[in-house]
């Protein structure tokens, strides 16, 4: 009778009592940390996804900008962090991929974080003004190579992928333009825009409606295919430039983030990418969606750093700390 009676109770809690199929959840609000200004590409990112997660996670998501240092800020924050699961960075990009392969930096790719999701492709486009005497990329490198050093670029930061991307391009062309480092995408348009520079690198997804407004003009993208919202610009290797980068954007965690904690937050944001908050957020910045699981994410970014590393052998000078945060 006891035994009926104990296993009665055990029925009855089971019955009142929420039980959660996860090992572990959130609870408590949970920061995703930015490593550029607000606005700008990895900051609609982050909180595209954060409006997903609303709606499959029982606590939200605050999006937290630690723009500086082409993304080495926030990136040294995640490294440094508890890997509870409540510090988590947008990763993937400069901070990950580019920069290591110009100075030291506080923390190493495949040590100190464990990649969670893949999210966003982002290609890597060159414009100019739509009134620029420059129409084609061609004209570029002529108007280069007769005015070196007179050209000026703007990026989103000493050691981004977008700076990786013209110093390849000047090697290959056999050109000189100045670089000037912002401290994030959003920035660089400005500056374009009111023509602090002549040209601009940065995501075709958010040069796009500049583009459509007629107030920028593209030349070319560093992808390996043509960007499907702006199907007419050629890319460098159809120009004869055998230049590959692309920007990957996911989400990593400190090192040592238990299993448990891993799953519930692969399977989570993988769900907030497939809500139609989400899908609205990044249809609206014409963002490419592409899934990846954390280790297929960790092997692709550190395949990216390797390519980026070869490609700029001997090409470039470390730089100190210092110049990377101006």
Not at 159 to 168: R, Y
Not at 180 to 206: E, F, H, N, R, W
Not at 223 to 229: A, I, K, Q, T, V
């Amino acid at each position: 009778m006891k035994t009926l009676m104990h296993i009665g109770a055990c029925l009855f809690a089971c019955m009142v009592l929420p039980i959660s199929a996860w090992a572990w959840e959130p609870v408590k609000p949970i920061q995703l940390i930015v490593g550029f200004s607000a606005g700008g590409g990895t900051d609609l990112i982050a909180r595209a996804l954060a409006i997903g997660a609303k709606e499959v996670m029982p606590q939200p998501i605050v999006v937290v900008n630690r723009p500086g240092a082409s993304g080495v800020i926030a990136a040294e924050k995640v490294a440094h962090a508890a890997p509870d699961g409540y510090t988590l960075l947008v990763a993937g990009g400069s901070e990950s991929t580019s920069l290591p392969n110009y100075q030291q930096v506080p923390y190493t790719l495949s040590k100190d974080f464990r990649p969670i999701i893949h999210v966003i492709r982002l290609r890597t486009m060159l414009a100019v003004k739509a009134d620029s005497k420059i129409h084609t990329f061609a004209d570029l490198v002529a108007y280069a190579k007769a005015n070196p050093g007179k050209l000026m670029y703007g990026t989103s930061g000493v050691g981004s992928l977008t700076h990786s991307m013209m110093l390849l391009v000047n090697r290959a062309a056999g050109i000189d333009t100045r670089h000037v480092p912002y401290k994030g995408d959003a920035d660089v348009m400005t500056a374009l825009l009111s023509g602090q520079v002549q040209i601009a690198l940065g995501s075709p997804d958010q040069m796009k409606p500049w583009i459509d407004s007629g107030k920028m003009r593209p030349l070319t993208l560093s992808s390996n295919d043509r960007y499907p919202g702006l199907p007419n610009v050629p890319t460098l290797k159809e120009l004869g430039y055998d230049i590959y980068l692309e920007n990957m954007k996911g989400i990593v965690a400190p090192a040592g983030l238990p299993d448990d904690v891993y799953a519930y937050l692969n399977q989570h944001l993988h769900q907030a990418m497939q809500t139609q908050a989400f899908k609205t957020a990044v249809a609206r910045s014409n963002f490419e969606v592409l899934y990846m699981d954390g280790p297929t994410f960790g092997a692709a970014m550190q395949k990216m750093s390797n390519g980026i590393a070869a490609a700029l052998d001997k090409s470039v000078t470390k730089v100190s700390q210092a110049n990377a945060g101006k």
